[in-house]
């Protein structure tokens, strides 16, 4: 019999693999270490935590579910955090009359960008070295005779864990591991926009705006967003305003095509010049004139067409985009993932105390975990789904024609529409997801234990 001072064989730490080191993976491992889950390792294809250079924000539930997490994770992003000139997110038309259609207030300091380098090299500094590996590119799962997975990565090297998390992005192996190869929801699928990325020195964003002076540096020291027929253009401060972030997303009706599959291709600024021409915001102009002569267009695919119909299986869950990738414009894809992490991390929480104090059979250990997993899937599915579906509806209601004639019209209801749409992401009741994967969690906890007695009975 093991007692809580010598534990037996039987109680050991949860063994975890999380797969990926985004945003997603790290915010889990983050979450996990300050639940004093030990067990967890991340293994990562690249030689280094790493991001591309351009920003990224987070709205108010994704700094509630940092701080629930892990208090430093939530203190990292706020060494990061550029503060907005002021608390209100504009729409502005930036096609026909650069009038502004309407402003959102986003809560006191809030929604607030940062360049993602700054914030991935920050979270990394918090994973203990002994939790990570590097340049290990997973390939495979396969599961032991009681159920235990096994990830088998590209150098051959085999991982036994009592958990699997594929934390691995948009084009997630894992998914395709759970879902089968010829499922249609095992990929992305093209959304018909893709984007131009930057970030812009501040003074030169300025320069080109030209004009009064503090205009320019009110333009470029908050959020906005200038909408126009089949193409929008975000703009926010980061790098503590020294930098502009730019994302110009624009409407394609044809199918995305390279000769490598990659969702990215290399273009010329021409391109953009050419589509925001006529613009009549003087910013948009300015800062599709400041992008590089040559530059990097890139495909934007989400899970809106193929939604995967479950997130987990037996003892492998997928979280982040692996399991919902949607579109940037509702700027919430990185704060779902954090949110994910914060149900997974919850659920194992119960589970690592019940493995390091109860003498458990491999079978028991196996369905315990598979149930936990079942949880994360219940917990978190249908908000994670909604947010897929509302970015594409967010993303029409910006490249929407405006009838001048109907304008004030059309601009209240395109306050009332995006209201609704961040404010379902902003007010989630974090407190109240965390309540209901405990109380999930016990419930089939108990449901199991009852099965199984039924079939011990029924056996005798
Ligand atoms: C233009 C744009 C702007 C956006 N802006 C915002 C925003 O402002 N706010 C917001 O909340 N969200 C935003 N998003 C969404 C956000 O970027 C993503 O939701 C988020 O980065 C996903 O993080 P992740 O960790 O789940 O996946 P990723 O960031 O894709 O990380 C996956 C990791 O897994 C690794 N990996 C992949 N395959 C394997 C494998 N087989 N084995 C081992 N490792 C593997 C990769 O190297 C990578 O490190 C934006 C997205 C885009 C495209």
Redesign the pocket.
């Known amino acids: 019999m093991g007692t809580s001072t010598s534990p037996t064989a039987a109680q050991r730490n949860l063994e975890i693999a999380i797969?990926?080191?985004?945003?997603?993976?790290?915010a889990l491992a983050l979450g996990l270490q300050s639940r004093g889950i030990k067990g967890y390792k991340i293994?990562?294809?690249?030689p280094g935590?790493?991001?591309i250079g351009?920003?990224?924000?987070?709205?108010p539930n994704?700094e509630r579910a940092m701080e629930l997490l892990n208090p430093d994770l939530h203190a990292a992003y706020r060494r990061v955090a550029n503060p907005n000139g002021e608390d209100y997110f504009q729409w502005v038309d930036g096609y026909a009359t650069g009038e502004l259609i309407y402003k959102l207030y986003l809560g006191e300091g809030m929604f607030q960008?940062c360049r993602?380098s700054d914030f991935i090299d920050e979270l990394a500094k918090l994973v203990p070295v002994e939790n990570v590996v590097f340049g290990?590119?997973?390939?495979r799962v396969s599961e032991d005779a009681e159920g235990r997975p096994n990830v088998i990565?590209k150098d051959g090297e085999c991982v036994s864990a009592d958990i699997v998390i594929g934390?691995?992005?948009?084009?997630?192996?894992?998914r395709q591991l759970l879902l089968g190869k010829d499922n249609p929801a095992s990929y992305p699928g093209y959304s018909h926009k893709y984007?131009f990325?930057a970030l812009i020195d501040t003074c030169k964003v300025r320069e080109a705006i030209g004009g009064d002076e503090k205009r320019g540096e009110y333009l470029t020291s908050t959020r906005f967003m200038y909408n126009g027929l089949g193409g929008h253009v975000i703009t926010y401060p980061v790098a503590m305003g020294t930098l502009v972030n730019v994302?110009a997303v624009v409407s394609d009706p044809g199918e995305w095509k390279t000769d490598d599959g990659r969702h990215t291709a290399r273009t010329t600024k021409k391109e953009a010049v050419e589509f925001f021409e006529g613009w009549q915001a003087p910013i948009v102009k300015g800062i599709v004139d400041l992008l590089p002569e040559e530059l990097d267009k890139?495909a934007?695919f989400d899970m809106m067409d193929h939604p995967a119909p479950r997130y987990n299986d037996g003892c492998v869950c997928v979280?982040?985009?692996?399991a919902h990738?949607?579109?940037?414009h509702l700027?919430?894809?990185?704060?779902?993932?954090i949110e994910d992490a914060l149900a997974l991390a919850t659920a194992l929480e119960q589970l690592d105390k019940t493995a390091r104090s109860t003498d458990l059979t491999e079978a028991r250990r196996v369905e315990l975990c598979s149930n936990a997993l079942s949880v994360y899937n219940k917990v978190r599915y249908e908000r994670t789904q909604w947010l897929v579906r509302a970015t594409r509806k967010a993303c029409a209601l910006f490249h929407e024609p405006l009838a001048s004639h109907l304008r004030s019209e059309s601009n209240a209801r395109f306050g009332r529409e995006i209201s609704q749409l961040f404010h379902k992401i902003w007010d989630l009741d974090i407190g109240q997801m965390v309540e209901e994967t405990i109380a999930s969690l016990e419930a089939s906890e108990i449901a199991a234990e009852e099965v199984r007695e039924t079939w011990l009975m029924g056996s005798l």
């Open positions: 797969i990926g080191g985004g945003i997603t993976g790290l293994y990562e294809r690249a935590f790493h991001e351009a920003g990224v924000g987070f709205s994704a960008g993602r290990k590119q997973a390939e990565f934390c691995d992005g948009i084009h997630s192996r894992v984007c990325r994302l890139w934007i979280a982040g985009d692996a990738a949607a579109g940037p700027g919430a894809g990185a704060g779902f993932g």
